[in-house]
């Protein structure tokens, strides 16, 4: 083969490579991906734990998101990919067509043929006996003042003078195609490209999120990122009132890596303005920067939407937390008839090993709130859209086999129903709601009575007492000699009142079906145990308001009555509750923390001009026509003078028109003067 014909064989793959690089159809398919890739980069939170996106999509929809990258889609290799084929085949598309276009720009057209400008849809055609030169001078100022540049060109039978306007409608194309490279580039230096590459080679390895990282120094070399080592990355920094960091944690996949920054952020304050319903309205961070830079520290205070930027760092308030509040707390214990109580102090994010009936528990204290905002309950004398149930606790019972159950438990008693109740929630995992128990407030608005009611449940001697009490009353006509029976009613008695505690009426549905399977029977014994039970609940209950000074049951206030059906009410949940032990919070000393985004995006400014050029250029495009006029001088077959005005736009045809026949309107008037 010869040097021409490897020469034309290589410069015809050439062109086929930029034929499909630079086609329109590539480029809209893989914009088209790209912005449905951002849409659910938009869409889905980004770079959460993965035990949120299973309980959100379920484990089969989730391992095909993750396969995709969708949790990550920003940092994912093929959405980089495509964002170089668009920038490729974007650049193209500028290198193959600008040279024409800034070629046209400057051509004017002066060789246009006659007959071709006659047959166009905007032609007219005068005949003239002005002096030539006169009349193009005329000529050319009508289109100067019109708006044209013009040139002239002397032909061998036509003098041709071409006007054009709007050329920098092509500048549009170019602009609009550049921005959209820009946009991308600024992409790319935004993206977490360069730690996907780490993360590659083995030079990064993130942090499990079930990592249990007491300290932030025990975080290892190969997961902590010095300053100025990743280009770009948006980070979280949780810091307490009165506390400073000098990292931010970035969040990857179902990890995270720890992030130095060349400077220290101390929260001084944190404050947060409220509605009259306690939701939060506002929420500000007085901040100092501390920095060897500095001759000293740099205090600022931001807010959402007011962040503040130091060297190529912006700092936002992101969000709010408790920051390890000192808790005062009591604990009530279930089944214990001594109701032996203990008092207990416990700061937010530490845990307390106690020793119980249950064994050895861990009693760890998740999380604090001030305010509880919830929807008011629809017969809300008052009318109020939301209410504030008040302060609560957020705390996990662990055993000694590491297995929890979290708790939410409210300090003050909530109105409901026009009763007001204690209300404890529990759930054995994050997946599930809360199920909340109501123990009744009594008259003094404290859980004293409920916890003594239910400690007297569980005094057998007690019990046993008050249950051979209530049958002497209710057989004191039976014969003297039906000790034995008494005895076995007393037996039975106490004996549904264990069941109840430790089972609820469930336990005694369980026993009745071992007892018989005949449905009818079932039923009977169901009401005559439901009888007996009642009789001894009320009977503890009433010896219990006895201690508190009501002398006889004709003595108990309606208030009180409804107390005890609350109370039995609760009682029957008491052996779900899971925790052998009922946490009240008594007392705290709030301690705030402020959650702060750090990133640092270089890119952004190249962002920002590729969106500027990207809308200046479609303005172009859109809003400003490249528009061509045509007068030619001409002697026709008999040798009179003729002017042919032709003229075309490139947008918007029908305004165009107009435009031209108003010219030609005005230059019918110039002719004729």
């Known amino acids: 083969m010869t040097t021409e014909q490897t020469q034309a064989v290589s410069g015809s793959r050439r062109s086929v490579i930029l034929d499909f690089l630079g086609s329109m159809n590539l480029a809209i398919t893989i914009l088209v ?38 949790y990550d889609v920003y940092g994912a290799m093929w959405f980089l990919l495509l964002l170089a084929f668009l920038v490729t085949s974007t650049s193209v598309c500028i290198y193959r067509n600008v040279p024409t276009m800034l070629q046209e720009m400057r051509n004017f057209r002066l060789n246009s043929q006659l007959k071709a400008l006659r047959t166009m849809e905007n032609a007219q055609t005068w005949q003239v006996e002005q002096d030539e030169q006169t009349l193009m001078d005329r000529l050319r100022r009508f289109l100067s003042v019109n708006g044209y540049a013009s040139r002239v060109k002397q032909h061998e039978d036509r003098v041709v003078i071409a006007g054009m306007r709007g050329k920098f409608n092509r500048i549009g194309y170019l602009m609009a195609h550049m921005g959209i490279v820009v946009i991308c580039l600024g992409a790319f230096l935004n993206a977490k490209f360069d730690l996907t590459v780490r993360e590659w080679l083995g030079k990064l390895k993130l942090v499990p999120n079930s990592a249990v990282i007491q300290d932030i120094r025990d975080v290892p070399a190969i997961s902590t990122l010095k300053p100025g080592e990743a280009f770009a990355f948006r980070g979280n920094s949780q810091i307490p009132e ?32 409220q509605y009259n319903t306690g939701q939060p ?81 861990t009693l760890e204290f998740a999380d604090f709130k001030k305010f509880n905002v919830f929807p008011a309950p629809k017969d809300d004398p008052q009318h109020r859209k939301f209410e504030n149930f008040g302060p609560s606790i957020i705390f996990r019972v662990r055993d000694d086999k590491g297995v929890a159950k979290e708790y939410v438990n409210y300090m003050s008693p909530v109105k409901l129903g026009g ?5 404890t929630g529990t759930r054995n995992s994050v997946s599930e709601d809360y199920r909340y128990i109501h123990i009744p407030a009594d008259d003094k608005f404290t859980v004293d009575r409920f916890m003594k009611f239910e400690a007297a449940l569980n005094d057998a001697p007690r019990v046993t007492r008050i249950a051979r009490d209530t049958v002497d009353r209710l057989m004191q006509s039976a014969p003297s000699n039906q000790t034995e029976m008494k005895a076995t009613i007393v037996k039975s008695m106490v004996d549904l009142a264990d069941r109840f505690l430790f089972g609820g009426y469930e336990a005694i549905d369980a026993q009745i079906r071992k007892i018989t399977s005949d449905s009818a029977q079932q039923q009977k014994m169901a009401d005559a145990y439901t009888k007996v039970l009642t009789s001894l609940l009320q009977a503890v209950y009433s010896d219990v308001l006895k201690d508190e000074g009501v002398k006889s049951e004709k003595d108990i206030t309606p208030a009180q009555e409804r107390f005890y059906f609350d109370a039995v009410e609760a009682l029957r949940q008491i052996y779900l509750y899971g925790s052998p032990f009922y946490v009240q919070l008594t007392d705290f000393q709030q301690v705030q923390q402020s959650t702060l985004q750090v990133t640092r995006s270089p890119g952004n400014i190249v962002l920002y001009l590729g969106c500027a050029m990207l809308i200046a250029g479609v303005f172009l495009l859109f809003y400003v026509s490249h528009q061509r006029l045509w007068l030619v001088l001409y002697r026709d077959e008999a040798g009179t003078q003729q002017l042919l005005f032709a003229g075309s736009g490139n947008r ?22």
Do not use: C
């Not at 009165?242 to 101390?266: A, C, H, M």
């Not at 500000?284 to 190529?312: A, F, M, Q, W």
């Not at 009763?419 to 209300?423: D, K, L, Q, T």
């Open 33 to 70: 991906i790209v912005a449905i890739a951002s849409v659910i980069g938009t869409v889905l939170q980004q770079n959460q734990d993965y035990n949120d996106y299973i309980i959100k999509f379920g484990p089969f929809w989730h391992e095909y998101f993750k396969f995709l990258r969708l």
């Open 242 to 273: 009165g506390k400073s960091v000098n990292y931010t944690i970035l969040n990857i996949r179902d990890g995270w890596v720890l992030q130095q920054l060349p400077f220290s952020i101390e929260l001084k304050q944190f404050r947060v303005e």
């Open 281 to 361: 309205k506002s929420f500000e961070s007085d901040l100092v920067i501390h920095d060897s830079r500095l001759k000293e520290p740099l205090k600022k205070t931001i807010s959402v939407n007011h962040p503040l930027v130091y060297r190529g760092y912006n700092i936002y308030q992101a969000s709010f937390g408790d920051g390890g509040s000192h808790l005062t707390m009591k604990l009530w214990p279930f089944y214990d008839a001594k109701l032996r109580t203990l008092d207990l102090t416990g700061t937010v994010g530490e845990n307390r090993t106690l020793d119980t009936m249950h064994g050895q528990m």
């Open 419 to 423: 009763r007001y109740f204690f209300i």
């Open 652 to 673: 918007n045809a029908s305004d165009f028109r107009t435009h031209y026949h108003d010219l030609a309107d005005r230059l019918n008037s110039l002719l004729k003067a």
